[in-house]
């Protein structure tokens, strides 16, 4: 007989989360739009005193090592130093370079670099094409000037539509309104996670949400979308059903369910493989996130048959009328 779990969270518990901009704009963007493109690189037949005269000129700590356009490792002044100091000044770097190198993916949201970032301690991170190909390299400094642009970008945007509907469905008169949105997530497609819910978010602020209400709708979305591309084998349904007091986010699949929700809502906890770590997925903060960002939410599953998860969000919550 399956095992049956669930949870009913957030009934009369604590106000929602609030999210800033910043913190859905790391959501959104991806990391080939904010990082540094033709990054300085060498080979690996560069002796070390090269090497040496490269981070000199250009005032760098490291550069990416590349072998016919493609990234075989990393070297550092601190490779550097050791070699001055074991007298391999004339080494090739070849031979002192890092070969395991974490790296971003030019197609991945800036969020699962935040995320190796904090991870790993690493000042910068090799962004490369998913055939390898090195195409930029990006550093905490970068993520926080593209936010700023984008930051920027979207104040003016917001300016020119202030005058919007404040509230979906105002102008329509109906006993009943509703929409439903239903996207199709696959499971394990990396490369596409994540657009599921940047089109929910861009349909809201097609309808007039509030800045404050589509942040904590999309965050949720996110994270419930990157639970479908992780946890499951055959992906699932994402669906919005936008009402006029209040939004529902469903996230369906068959299989192959948690065996302890409780213990899956623990902060930290995570059942993804260390490959998926690896691309900084994983982190077990995801339903944390959504529970957090939510009005109301609740999770039930059954082992081997299915998990539905569900959060509203009221038109209404005070706080979104105190945050923008």
Request: some cysteine; glycine content about 10%; proline content about 4%.
């Amino acid at each position: 007989m399956a095992e049956r779990s669930s949870a009913d969270e957030g009934l009369g518990s604590a106000r929602p989360r609030l999210i800033t901009k910043s913190q859905e704009l790391i959501y959104e963007l991806r990391i080939g739009d904010i990082m540094t493109p033709n990054p300085i690189t060498v080979t690996p037949d560069c002796l070390m005193s090269e090497l040496k005269e490269i981070l000199r000129v250009r005032r760098i700590s490291g550069v990416p090592v590349v072998d016919r356009g493609e990234l075989v490792g990393i070297i550092s002044i601190q490779d550097l130093i050791q070699a001055l100091e074991q007298g391999e000044i004339s080494a090739r770097v070849g031979d002192k370079m890092t070969r395991q190198v974490q790296v971003a993916y030019a197609d991945e949201s800036v969020v699962q670099a935040v995320n190796k970032f904090a991870r790993y301690g690493f000042g910068r991170l090799p962004v490369v094409e998913r055939d390898g190909r090195l195409v930029g390299i990006l550093t905490q400094g970068d993520i926080v000037r593209g936010l700023l642009r984008q930051l920027e970008v979207q104040w003016h945007e917001e300016e020119i539509h202030r005058y919007r509907a404040s509230h979906i469905f105002e102008d329509i008169e109906s006993d009943q309104t509703g929409l439903v949105l239903r996207y199709r997530v696959v499971a394990r497609d990396f490369v596409h996670g994540g657009e599921a819910s940047s089109k929910l978010k861009r349909a809201l602020e097609r309808l007039g949400a509030g800045p404050q209400l589509v942040r904590r709708v999309a965050v949720a979305a996110y994270e419930a979308e990157t639970n479908l591309i992780i946890h499951t084998d055959a992906g699932g349904d994402l669906i919005a059903e936008i009402q006029p007091n209040q939004i529902r986010i469903v996230a369906l699949d068959r299989g192959p369910g948690i065996p302890d929700i409780e213990r899956a809502l623990q902060p930290g906890y995570s059942t993804a493989p260390d490959w998926i770590r690896e691309l900084g997925f994983g982190a077990g903060m995801g339903l944390n996130n959504i529970k957090a960002c939510a009005d109301w939410f609740a999770l039930d599953s059954q082992v081997g048959v299915g998990t539905r998860l569900e959060a509203m969000f009221y038109l209404t919550s005070r706080t979104d009328k105190e945050a923008t």
